[in-house]
Nanobody
Framework: QVQLVESGGGLVQNGGSLRLSCAAS????????VGWFRQAPGNHREFVAA????????FYADSVKGRFTFSRDNAKNTVYLQMNSLKPEDTAVYYC??????????????????WGQGTQVTVSS
């Protein structure tokens, strides 16, 4: 069974940084893309970033491009989302997710089949 466990959330001031981690288990990690999504109260869950199975390709939402960096360590079955220059509007629960299909890097919520429990990120102004 695929499991995804996020960590690294917390409270940070405007302009600060956080690094989220997502540890995966249950299948061959290096065959699958991973995505990050976030959901603020009253909002739909939205795409943040995605990384291909090899780590060679990344996609970012326009709202985080240039501030967030997505990387992965396939030897550790873990992905990392480095978030810099954080803004209050980045406040949300952040989820990592993985698709059922290998060798495919989706960017839509409905294309992801496995989800972590989420980690809260709060940016104070």
């Amino acid at each position: 069974q695929v499991q995804l466990v996020e960590s690294g959330g917390g409270l940070v001031q405007n302009g600060g940084s956080l690094r989220l981690s997502c540890a995966a288990s249950g299948r061959t990690f290096s065959h699958y893309a991973v995505g990050w999504f976030r959901q603020a109260p009253g909002n739909h869950r939205e795409f943040v970033a995605a990384i291909s199975w090899s780590g060679g390709t990344t996609f970012y939402a326009d709202s985080v491009k240039g501030r967030f960096t997505f990387s992965r360590d396939n030897a550790k079955n873990t992905v990392y989302l480095q978030m810099n220059s954080l803004k209050p509007e980045d406040t949300a629960v952040y989820y990592c997710a993985a698709p059922l299909r290998p060798y495919y890097t989706p960017r839509k919520t409905f294309e992801y089949d496995y989800w972590g429990q989420g980690t809260q990120v709060t940016v104070s102004s």
